[in-house]
């Protein structure tokens, strides 16, 4: 029997090729923003974001952020080194990625006016979304009482700049964005934003207004359902206004269980909230 001898395939090591990229899912990201327009949804009629209308606007450095985050950037500088991906770049939403200084300088014009015209460009954008869907998901999320979430979520930074963050109980640097989510749907309706100690109830009962008028129409009696940091008579009067029921999480104190014991039973059977512990 002869043995035939392999060959040793030498490894070269060279130049990426330019033709391949690993970012190839964001082609996904640019039909979808065909589909929907959000780039021109967050451009229509929104505020002054630049002193000359040329270059990218909110919009277009809104998606490119967005697409940044999704091909696992985490830092403005990531802005950077896919600017250099020149495959990936013709596949992307926004293939004019700015430099991370561009959106650095812009980042500090997003005002409070900003912030909210974004959200009604997206409470726009999900009832686009909600008419596109296949018939038979849209049924099943009309058939249901969507729920609204309220949640809040620290965001870890690093450095003691970083303006309106704070420390939380836990000790880490954080920022906290109040958003209230859809949760049948998984879409994001509403949010705050605030710092690792900020009070999210005072703000709660007007998140909680937006985010129900970004419902799109014909969906049944929605419920409210919010941690205790949310814990707060005012957003459970506010859920019953927007004829909502609601869930709000607790903790079980003495003050607490005093106030449960004074609800004569009949009241008890006919309050449509619940508060768990």
């Not at 934003?193 to 109830?201: A, C, K, Q, T």
Request: with cysteine; aromatic share 6%; glycine share 10%.
């Amino acid at each position: 029997m002869t043995r035939v001898a392999k060959k040793k395939h030498k490894v070269v090591l060279g130049a990426p090729d330019g033709r391949i990229t690993p970012r190839a899912g964001l082609h996904l990201v640019a039909k979808l923003n065909e589909l929907l327009g959000i780039t021109a949804n967050i451009d229509a009629g929104g505020p002054s974001f630049k002193r000359r209308k040329r270059g990218l606007m909110l919009g277009g450095v809104m998606v490119a952020l967005a697409e940044t985050m999704l091909a696992g950037g985490d830092f403005f500088c990531d802005l950077d080194h896919q600017r250099k991906d020149r495959a990936g770049l013709a596949l992307r939403a926004v293939p004019d990625v700015p430099a991370s200084t561009t959106v650095i300088g812009l980042g500090k014009r997003f005002d409070e006016q900003s912030r909210a015209h974004v959200e009604r460009a997206n409470a726009s954008l999900v009832k686009g979304v909600f008419a596109l869907l296949p018939e038979k998901r849209r049924s099943d999320l009309v058939a249901q009482r969507p729920t609204i979430d309220l949640d809040p979520t620290d965001s870890e930074v690093y450095g003691r700049g970083k303006a309106g963050s704070a420390y939380n109980y836990q000790g880490q640097l954080v920022y906290r964005p109040h958003p209230a989510v859809w949760a049948e749907s998984g879409w994001v309706l509403a949010a705050d934003f605030g710092s690792g100690r900020s009070d999210p109830r005072p703000q709660a009962p007007g998140l909680l207004t937006r985010a129900i008028s970004a419902l799109p129409d014909g969906l049944l009696r929605p419920i409210v359902r919010a941690d205790s940091g949310f814990f707060d008579a005012k957003l459970a009067t506010a859920a019953l206004s927007l004829h909502c029921d609601y869930a709000i999480a607790v903790k079980r104190t003495d003050a607490v269980w005093r106030a449960e014991r004074r609800i004569p039973d009949g009241e008890r059977k006919r309050t449509k909230g619940t508060v768990s512990s």
